[in-house]
């Protein structure tokens, strides 16, 4: 639990000798947990790949982060994006039949927009969906002091996980691949653009490369190329606001919700969890209803915006949910002679 692996697995082997006479099936249950979990030095073992996990040459500190995935919740997307990501996975569920009709699956798909708006966790689930690791590339790692190696460890991480059926996430692409005709950038880094074209060209359909950049606009042009898919993640419209805060907030507290939904318009799905978890948390340390903590703090962020963002948000209250006046007047501030008044205008 604290991460020490090894611990853990010498205990395993002490309860599975312990166990041996007196519960025969408990040890050879202890000893099969041992032969099919993960190790440190080969974690796709178990997949095919018994390779060492590649690393750094100067600092040795692993270049890829292996994700053993369980159970996945479903991101909350927009249609268009949710179809993208339901073909890749059916392209590579399916390859069989693609092949007798002379194609191939997509190897290589790109995911764009701002942060917090789902790419790593559609990520998650395209490997749990294909039931394969989800291996990520530390880009912390993989900028080596030295930058002459810094293309050697983009290579050796792609050569690992092309051995073997994985989802490979190049998390902030822009970071290596930008436009080669930025000047403020070195010629080493340049260089790694072309490193990275090279081993997409050559990537496996038996796996699946993803890349997410929160900057489309510094990638170079030759990168988006190389791509068969790229998908935008635009921030939530309304409905995926609200399917969001249901899951964040419980079916409890649904009154709230349409409140919540005009007030954190324009936030990113992670904004809008860190609100919730806020709340949460004021609500058990409070002792009060998480109703009372949600409204008090999207109230306290109501006040910060101007008198006609706030007039506007009670007046689409009105009209799209199914509160009283009485009630978006008591959320909102606005008074009913207000609301009634421009209500009469429109």
């Known amino acids: ?34 032969r099919s979990a993960p190790h440190l030095d080969a974690p796709m073992r178990e997949h095919g790949n018994a390779a060492p996990v590649p690393l750094d040459g100067d600092s040795r500190q692993s270049l ?68 394969v690791p989800l291996l990520v590339l530390d880009l912390a790692t993989v900028m080596s002091s030295y930058l002459g190696r810094t293309g050697s460890n983009i290579r050796k991480v792609l050569d690992y996980a092309k051995a073997s059926p994985s989802v490979l996430l190049l998390d902030e692409l822009d970071t290596v691949a930008k436009r080669r005709d930025d000047e403020a950038e070195v010629g080493e880094l ?36 190389r791509f068969d898919v790229i998908i935008n993640f635009p ?58 903590t949600l409204l008090a703090s999207a109230q306290e962020h109501f006040r910060t915006m101007d008198h006609a963002d706030r007039l506007q948000i009670a007046l689409d209250l009105m009209q799209d949910s199914e509160l009283s006046q009485r009630r978006v007047s008591e959320l909102t501030g606005v008074s009913r002679d207000t609301l009634r008044r421009r209500q009469r205008d429109r």
């Open 235 to 292: 921030l939530p419209g309304p409905a995926e606001l609200e399917e969001a805060l249901m899951q964040y907030c419980g079916d409890e507290n649904t009154e709230v919700i349409d409140f919540l939904v005009q007030v954190l318009a324009g936030y990113s799905f992670a904004d809008a969890e860190r609100f919730v978890m806020t709340a949460k948390r004021k609500a058990v340390l409070s002792g009060e209803r998480l109703f009372d």
């Open 190 to 225: 340049k260089r790694l653009v072309t490193v990275l074209l090279q081993e997409i060209d050559d990537w496996p359909a038996s796996s699946l490369l993803l890349a997410a950049t929160n900057h489309g606009d510094l990638l170079d042009p030759a990168v988006w190329r």
């Open 1 to 34: 639990m604290a991460g020490r692996q090894q611990d853990v697995q010498t205990l395993v082997q002490r309860l599975a000798r312990r166990y041996q006479r007196s519960n025969s099936g408990l040890a050879e249950d202890l000893r099969g947990l041992l």
């Open 64 to 131: 890829i982060r292996t994700d053993h995935l369980g159970p996945v919740t479903p991101p909350v997307l927009t249609r268009p994006v949710r179809a993208q990501l339901e073909q890749l996975r059916d392209e590579h569920r399916l390859q069989d039949r693609l092949r007798e009709a002379g194609l191939t699956p997509s190897r290589a798909g790109l995911f764009v927009g701002p942060p917090g708006v789902g790419k790593t966790l559609a990520a998650r689930w395209l490997a749990n969906e294909l039931k």
